[in-house]
């Protein structure tokens, strides 16, 4: 009997042995595609195709997408290379609007495409833990919520009001240089770039990646009427 038991640990600690060293030496698989587009893109590359992206929307071109397989791929993780702050404005979908797939886009929106602390953080998480290197910050045109805001006046809720005062510097400094109906227009711009500033205002950890070249920011409006997207930055951080 002890022989038998002996017999039986002797073989069992061969097998383990064995399947030990073929997991050892079997290569791993290669990574996907998708992976490697992301490791070896630069900023301005993947800007490119999300402007080839747009390209397609606006024709109305989209690309075929397996999306069932795709969907059980990304099961396991997400790696997003491009985070968007957006507005919720419902005619504003920065999947559809870029033509992206999933996984693709990490997105934070809000009315006026303004980010308070959890819209900040949830950046952050992108960017530090999910490798995304290219942050847009996209506007559009006919924004309600700036529209408002350069109305001048008080809103019916504490929280609506919260919002307003959020974009109010903008308009304060679109209104230095336009006046009547040209306002919201450019206000709706500087509220980009004010959201783009204070977004970096508000996180040590993105600043970090900006200053150490991990992050790029792009400034952009989304036209309602063509569908186009249209960069706002001269330069971006």
């Keep these: 009997m002890q022989r038998r038991a002996l017999g039986l640990i002797t073989l069992f600690a061969l097998v383990l042995t064995a399947t ?6 079997t290569p791993k698989p290669p990574a996907t595609h998708h992976a490697k587009a992301h490791q070896a893109a630069s900023a301005d ?3 490119a195709g999300l402007m080839e992206g747009n390209k397609r929307f606006v024709a109305g071109k989209p690309k075929a997408r397996e999306l069932v397989s795709l969907r059980k791929s990304l099961a396991t993780g997400q790696h997003p290379h491009v ?5 919720s404005d419902s ?3 920065p999947e559809l609007v870029f033509d992206q ?11 006026g495409n303004i980010a308070d602390a ?3 953080g949830s950046l952050e998480y992108a960017v530090e833990h999910l490798g995304t290197s290219v942050l847009v910050v996209l506007g ?4 309600g919520a700036v529209t408002a805001a350069c109305s001048g006046e008080k809103m019916p809720t504490s929280n609506l009001q919260a919002l307003v005062d959020k974009i109010s510097p903008a308009v304060a400094q679109a209104s230095q240089s336009v006046k009547g109906n040209e306002l919201v227009e450019s206000a709706i711009k500087e509220n980009v770039h004010q959201s783009a500033k204070d977004v970096l205002a508000s996180s040590d950890v993105l600043r970090h990646f900006v200053d150490d070249g991990k992050l790029k920011v792009f400034e952009a409006e989304y036209d309602i009427d063509s569908g186009e997207v249209v960069r706002l930055d001269a330069g971006s951080r």
């Excluded at 985070?83 to 507005?87: E, K, P, S, T």
Aim: aromatic share 6%; glycine share 6%.
């Design 101 to 111: 797939n999933l996984g693709d886009l990490f997105v934070v929106r809000s009315a």
């Design 140 to 143: 559009h045109t006919k924004c």
């Design 118 to 120: 959890i819209g900040v």
């Design 91 to 93: 005619r504003v979908a």
């Design 83 to 87: 985070a968007v702050l957006a507005c």
């Design 45 to 47: 590359q993947i800007w």
């Design 20 to 25: 030990a060293q073929q997991t050892a030496t």
